[in-house]
Structure formats: structure tokens, C-alpha cells
């Protein structure tokens, strides 16, 4: 590492910047992704999605339907479906009936998603466009293969980083 970075102060600012720039646009987000991605059904319960949620640090859950990717629910998506009173002393029937809510009733029907053949300075630009926050990484016949984040990509670009 060190007899790289002294490698790489040996260069000129603009040969640096190219040879970043031409690095970068090669690389893929298959070796950022996460591949390890929780899914639920389209059944499962909102109270479900909550304890997982909660039980695991993460912000996106993935929603299949054998096999193949159908939809994603975030955290936010589901704050804004569950009554802010489940668990509180104002709590009602009717509040923890948002709790028994289907996975299918909250989730994200339009998915935008990359492949792994997607670049990582594409996956950016797609994030940026669409306003959102990760991008579902699938095969060519809609199975989950895995994700990547804004934060993956924060990492990637490091990488690059002198």
C-alpha cells in the first residue's frame, strides 16, 4: 500500500485524475455489493418487518415472490405505515392494526435496480436521478443477487482515493 501511494505521488495531478477516472468507470458494483440481503414475503406482516427492522442494522428489505424480486420496503416506508402509537400508553386497537398490515400493502411496486455489470459511477448517477438510497442488484430473469447502498458506493469511491 505504501509503495503504491508513493507510486501514485509520482504521477502528475492530470494523469492521476485520468487514471482514476478510467479506473473508476470500469469498475463494477459486483465487488461493493452486499450479497448477503434479507428478504421477507409478500405476506409477511408489518409486525414482522418491524422486528426485523429492529433487530438488524439496516435500512432496506427486500420482498420476493419465489424467487424473483417483486418490491422493497424501507424503514421509512414503514414508519409511515405503522401508527406512532404502537407501543405507547395511547396505544388502540385500531393502532395495533397497522401492525397486521401485509408486506405487499407498503412495499415499492416500481423498483429501480442495477446488474452486476453496472459501473459504479453509473449506480450513482442512477441513485442520484431516481432519489433513492440503494439499488437492488438482479440477474437477467428478476432473481435478487444482491444490493448496494449509497454507503457501498461511498466505500468504492474511496477506494480510489489517494
Not at 34 to 63: C, S, W, Y
Not at 140 to 151: E, N, Q
Request: a neutral charge; hydrophobic letters at 45%.
Amino acid at each position: 500500500m505504501k509503495m503504491a501511494r508513493s507510486l501514485w505521488n509520482t504521477l502528475s495531478p492530470d494523469t492521476r485524475s485520468m487514471e482514476t477516472q478510467l479506473d473508476l468507470a470500469q469498475q463494477t458494483i459486483v465487488h461493493f455489493m452486499t450479497t448477503r440481503v434479507v428478504t421477507v414475503g409478500m405476506d409477511e406482516t408489518l409486525a414482522n418487518v418491524k422486528g426485523i427492522f429492529q433487530t438488524f442494522p439496516f435500512h432496506h428489505l427486500m420482498v420476493v415472490e419465489q424467487g424473483k424480486l417483486v418490491g422493497i420496503i424501507s424503514d421509512r416506508d414503514l414508519l409511515k405505515a405503522v401508527s406512532p402509537y404502537v407501543g405507547t400508553l395511547s396505544e388502540t386497537t385500531r393502532d395495533l392494526a397497522t401492525l397486521s398490515k401485509r408486506a405487499h400493502q407498503i412495499m415499492s411496486h416500481h423498483l429501480i435496480v442495477a446488474s452486476v455489470t453496472t459501473t459504479l459511477q453509473d449506480a450513482a448517477e442512477l441513485m442520484i436521478t431516481k432519489k433513492v438510497s440503494c439499488l437492488p442488484v438482479v440477474s437477467s430473469d428478476g432473481s435478487l443477487l444482491g444490493l448496494i447502498t449509497w454507503k457501498d458506493l461511498l466505500k468504492g469511491f474511496l477506494n480510489f482515493v489517494p
